[in-house]
C-alpha cells in the first residue's frame, strides 16, 4: 500500500502536489499553534486558585458559583422562548445549488445549509457564592452551555412572535419536508458556572484608579466630538486645537476623572467580571468543572501534537520522494 501511494505521488501533477504541501504545512503550523494554545489554558486553570467574590483580589480570577438574572427585563431565547442567562442560536435552511463539478452532461444539484438567521445574547448577568453576588458581562467568553440542541422544521422561524401557531408547527416539524433547521444553546438560570476572567469592583473604597487609563478613554471620547472640544477649549477661536489649548483638555479630562472616581468611592461595591484586558488570558464560561474543563485543553493540546507530527512527517516524505529524491 505504501508502494502504490509513493507511486502515484510520482506520478502525480505537480499543482496538486504543491498543494497538498501547502495544506500539511498549514496543518502543521496550526496544529503547533495549538498545541501551545490549549496547553497554557490547562496550566491557567490548574494554576488559578477558586476565589470567594467577596474576598476576590482585582484582577485575573477564578470564580464559581449560581448563575442568576438580573432584576428587569429577562433574557429569553428565541427558539424555545425559555428564561436563560445567556443564549445562542441559528435558523438554517436547504438550498439546492447546482453542482458545477459534475462531469457529466446531465444537470446535479447538491444541498447545502444556508443561515437566514442567528444571534448571540450578549446581556448581562449575575454569579452568586455564599459571599456575595457579582455581574457577569459574558462578550467575548469561551462558553459552554448546559442546553444544546438542534432540530428541524418546515417553516421559517418567526422569532418575533415565538407562540404563534405557525411558528410551533415549524418547532415540531410535524408536516412539510423538514428544510429548515433549528440550532439553540443556552445557559439556564441556577446553573452553577466555572468562570476565568477580569475581576473589577466599580464603586467603594476596594476600586483601584486607573487613572491614565481613564484620561484616555475620554480624550478618545472627546476626538470624537470635534464641535464640544472647540466651543470648550479653543479660547483664540481660530477653530483648532493648538498644544496650548491640548493642555487644557487634557487637565480637565484629568479634573473630570478625579471628581468621578471620589464619587465613585462612597457608593456601594459593584463587582464585575468581563473579558481580561491580555489576550494571553482566556475568558471562560462554562457549566462544566474545573478539572472537566482543564482535562479537555489538555486532550486539545494532544490532538495537536498528532497533527503536528503526522502533518510533518507526510510533508517529509512527499517532499523528499517528489523534489529530492
Known amino acids: ?40 489554558r ?70 447545502n445549509w444556508k443561515t437566514i438567521n442567528s444571534g448571540t445574547s450578549d446581556n448581562i448577568f449575575l454569579l452568586a457564592d455564599k459571599t456575595g453576588i457579582c455581574v457577569v458581562d459574558p462578550e467575548g467568553a469561551v462558553i459552554t452551555p448546559s442546553f444544546s440542541k438542534t432540530w428541524y422544521g418546515s417553516r421559517e422561524f418567526n422569532i418575533a412572535d415565538p407562540t404563534s401557531a405557525s411558528a410551533l408547527l415549524a418547532l415540531t416539524g410535524r408536516s412539510g419536508n423538514n428544510n429548515y ?21 466599580i464603586g467603594g473604597r476596594r476600586e483601584k484608579l486607573d487613572k491614565k487609563g481613564e484620561v484616555r478613554d475620554i480624550l478618545a471620547k472627546w476626538k470624537k466630538r470635534p464641535d464640544f472640544l472647540l466651543a470648550r477649549f479653543d479660547e483664540n477661536g481660530d477653530g483648532e486645537i493648538d498644544l496650548d489649548e491640548w493642555q487644557k483638555v487634557i487637565a480637565a479630562a484629568d479634573l473630570e476623572v478625579e471628581k468621578s472616581f471620589g464619587e465613585r468611592l462612597v457608593q456601594p461595591e459593584i463587582h464585575t467580571v468581563s473579558k481580561p484586558l491580555d489576550s494571553r488570558r482566556p475568558f471562560i464560561i462554562s457549566v462544566e468543572s474545573q478539572q472537566t474543563i482543564a482535562n479537555k485543553y489538555r486532550w486539545y493540546s494532544r490532538g495537536g501534537m498528532i497533527g503536528f507530527f503526522l502533518g510533518g512527517i507526510s510533508f517529509v516524505w512527499i517532499l523528499g520522494i517528489r523534489f529530492i529524491g
Open 1 to 40: 500500500m505504501l508502494e502504490s501511494l509513493k507511486q502515484q505521488i510520482i506520478t502525480a501533477d505537480s499543482t496538486g502536489i504543491i498543494f497538498l504541501l501547502v495544506f500539511l504545512a498549514i496543518l502543521c503550523a496550526a496544529s503547533l499553534y495549538g498545541i501551545f494554545r490549549f496547553f497554557h
Open 42 to 111: 490547562s496550566r491557567m486553570i490548574d494554576d488559578t486558585p477558586t476565589s470567594k467574590i467577596r474576598s476576590a483580589h482585582q484582577g485575573f480570577v477564578e470564580l464559581e458559583g449560581e448563575g442568576r438574572l438580573m432584576k428587569g427585563m429577562p433574557i429569553v431565547s428565541p427558539l424555545s422562548n425559555k428564561q436563560c442567562l445567556w443564549y445562542d442560536f441559528k435558523i438554517e435552511h436547504k438550498v439546492k445549488e447546482l453542482d458545477i463539478g459534475s462531469s457529466d452532461n446531465h444537470a446535479l444539484t447538491k444541498s
Open 181 to 201: 433547521r433549528y440550532t439553540e444553546k443556552r445557559i439556564d438560570v441556577g446553573d452553577e458556572l466555572y468562570l476565568l476572567g477580569r475581576f473589577k469592583t
